[in-house]
């Protein structure tokens, strides 16, 4: 048994100690005619170490990756450049088997990367604290939602349409779960427009900047709805693009979250990914999660780095709890830290500018090829491409040209099943874009 690490002799003393003979005693409980017989699955015979890697091998291979096709799949999830320093420095034992940090003397090196995480990502956004990353940007929104009914005790959280479907999905459960009412936002030709139905019973208004359909949205107008219902402003916000438009923190937004897998994670197979969560100091006894913060020693001038303001989590003080979550995506906030470190300022800008250049020329190659942009509004690297055909069927054709094209919104959006939801990142060259408009070309000729 190659990979069972215990022998028949430790397996033995386990049961003994227990009290059973054999492992089948341990599932007295379960009627027998629920229980697989020894030898009756009908599965291949084992194989060692090299013939296992040769048939996974094989099995990958049926997959087509980021790799094997040109990616203009976003909506969330983007297809970022991520420098060889981010995987060699997390890939370090130090950091890849780190947990919590919860002794600071014998962790000092973990607490810094994750200071200087929150410093970048409250700095990014505009805010003044950020927190020691949470799960996702979904759990992030959902939380925020919590913190701003925590804060005004109103029972009611407006969500614009325009916000990412999966994160509304999630906020719905969080908010079932408290007895909390969701109302949504509709857009209008894309956009939030009309905040008539954010009332004085909300406790908080929350947009995308940029909105799930690429487009930027008008925080001015959601601040004076927000102040006007006397509401917190949370603000859903890419981190790429916060690099060329004006953070969320200049239009007085109370909370910003996001996601940020583009900062230097691995797209994978949809994860892991890591939250991003910010807020202005006056609410940052509620923030859910962690905070790394900076202190000094007691004895001599030398800074150190410890986590503060814990209490606010379910396994110190459960009853008192402001958050369920309590742990973090560490690891996924250190990548961001060495992707944000590696690019610095100057880089993160080139990424975001090289993203708009890419898609304003995806945008015209597309439209010539038969599709049309559905929205005229300002937009960052992401667009909506109404088609002439059904979206989710030319999608699974364009895969069989090299092409992985976007998302079909028919499922999330009523009346958009000819529309598909594309992202075009700083990566995609010119020759990239010119095929896929050859091949959409092609594939809405043949339709």
């Known amino acids: ?83 060889s320093s981010v995987g060699a420095i997390i890939s370090r034992g130090e950091f890849l088997t780190a947990y919590t940090p919860y002794q600071p003397e014998a962790s000092q090196g973990f607490l810094q990367t994750i200071y200087e995480f929150q410093s970048m990502i409250a700095e990014l956004y505009g805010m003044e604290v950020a927190n020691a990353s949470m799960y996702d940007g979904a759990t992030s929104m959902a939380e925020a939602a919590i913190m701003a009914h925590s804060i005004n005790g109103k029972s009611k959280v407006a969500v614009s349409e325009g916000v990412n479907p999966h994160y509304r999905q999630v906020l719905e459960t969080y908010c079932w779960a408290l007895g909390l009412e969701v109302v949504t936002i509709p857009c209008t030709n894309g956009l939030t427009q009309d905040y008539s139905s954010a009332g004085e019973d909300i406790s908080s208004i929350i947009v995308g900047y940029p909105n799930f359909f690429g487009i930027i949205e008008d925080l001015n107008q959601a601040k004076k709805a927000a102040e006007s219902s006397k509401s917190l402003l949370i603000v859903v916000a890419d981190p790429v693009s916060c690099a060329v438009l004006p953070p969320p923190g200049e239009f007085g937004a109370d909370v910003v979250v996001g996601e940020g897998q583009s900062l230097g994670v691995s797209m994978g197979f949809g994860g892991p990914l890591v939250g991003l969560f910010t807020c202005n100091e006056e609410h940052v006894r509620r923030l859910p999660g962690r905070i790394v913060g900076k202190t000094s020693e007691i004895h001599g001038d030398k800074s150190g780095f410890a986590m503060t303001l814990r209490t606010r989590e379910q396994d110190i003080r459960r009853e008192k709890a402001t958050s369920n979550i309590c742990t973090n995506e560490a690891l996924m906030a250190l990548a961001n830290t060495v992707y944000l470190s590696a690019l610095g300022k100057n880089g993160l800008t080139q990424v975001a500018t090289s993203s708009v250049q890419n898609s304003r020329y995806a945008m015209k190659v597309l439209a010539n090829a038969g599709g049309k942009v559905k929205f005229s509004s300002p937009m960052f690297c992401e667009f909506v491409l109404e088609l002439p055909a059904n979206a989710t069927q030319v999608r699974h054709e364009l895969i069989d040209h090299g092409i992985l094209a976007g998302l079909p919104l028919g499922k999330y959006y009523s009346g958009m099943d000819n529309c598909l939801l594309v992202a075009v990142t700083e990566k995609k060259t010119k020759q990239d874009i010119d095929d896929f408009g050859v091949a959409l070309a092609a594939v809405l000729g043949a339709n």
């Open 1 to 83: 048994m190659p990979y069972v690490p215990h022998t028949i002799e430790d397996r033995d003393e386990m049961l003994a100690r227990v009290g059973v003979k054999s492992i089948d005693d341990l599932f007295h409980d379960v009627p027998k005619d629920l229980r697989i017989a020894p030898g009756s699955l009908d599965i291949e015979p084992c194989l060692d170490e090299s013939r296992i890697v040769s048939t996974l091998s094989k099995l990958a291979a049926t997959n087509k990756s980021a790799e094997d096709l040109k990616c203009f799949l976003g909506a969330g999830i983007y297809d970022r450049f991520i420098p």
